[in-house]
């Protein structure tokens, strides 16, 4: 298994600042995995962050508005660049299924996010 | 390439009913299945997973689910709802991705009880 410790929980921030988000997991993983859930909705894959490299982003998100950071094999932050009213979302660090030890995704507890 | 289909985006059902939420998925790889639920306010919590043992899966909370290949589904089902059961369901495809898996999230289905 694996604990995935985020924080902070929620905030609420100005539109134009950004928000770093961080995700510490109790044990080393490859891959980690960034969502967001915009009010009402599913969770969208935001980007993959492999450590010792650049993050890979799905479509739709870019490296200027979520830049994200993978120093290590236990630890990644999440950035809301210059953010506006759209951005208020859940966003959520996930580690992933893989190979035999760990056969589901556990996802830290989310950060609730509110741009005014 | 991987998906999944959630195909009622709502759901009602009278307390100590049956319960049936229909997934279907799509992959190029032999899937890996998840049903998640998510309570208002609360954090993501594995019902069950298929993971390409038995077919039929029983998760949490009596809770199952049967991986029909041929059909590609997933449906979620519990014998008798309970009002502590209404929440959003999530039904999930994961896909390898250099040997760690990706998930693919379907759009949700919400469950409401009636007592």
């Known amino acids: 298994s694996a604990v995935i410790s985020q924080k902070p929980s929620r905030d609420i921030c100005q539109r134009g600042t950004s928000l770093t988000i961080q995700c510490q997991v109790d044990s080393q993983v490859t891959m980690m995995f960034w969502y967001r859930q915009q009010p009402g909705q599913s969770l969208t894959l935001i980007a993959t962050?492999?450590?010792?490299?650049?993050?890979?982003?799905e479509s739709g998100f870019v490296i200027d508005k979520f830049p994200i950071s993978r120093p290590n094999l236990t630890f990644s932050t999440l950035t809301v660049s210059n953010m506006s009213p759209e951005d208020s979302s859940i966003y959520l660090c996930s580690v992933g299924p893989g190979g035999t030890l760990r056969t589901e995704a556990f996802f830290g507890q989310g950060t609730r996010l509110t741009v005014v | 390439a991987q998906s999944v289909t959630q195909l009622d985006s709502h759901v009602s059902v009278s307390e100590g009913t049956p319960v049936l939420l229909r997934c279907n998925y799509s992959s190029s790889y032999s899937p890996s299945l998840f049903w998640y639920v998510q309570h208002p306010n609360k954090g993501l919590q594995l019902l069950l997973k298929y993971t390409s043992a038995a077919t039929l899966v029983k998760g949490i909370n009596g809770f199952e689910a049967e991986f029909k290949k041929s059909e590609t589904s997933f449906h979620l089902t519990k014998p008798s709802a309970h009002m502590s059961d209404a929440a959003e369901y999530f039904c999930?495809?994961?896909?390898?991705?250099?040997?760690?898996?990706?998930?693919?999230f379907g759009t949700g289905t919400r469950l409401t009880i009636i007592p």
């Open positions: 999930v495809v994961s896909g390898r991705l250099f040997g760690n898996e990706k998930l693919t």
């Open positions: 962050a492999n450590q010792g490299s650049e993050a890979t982003y």
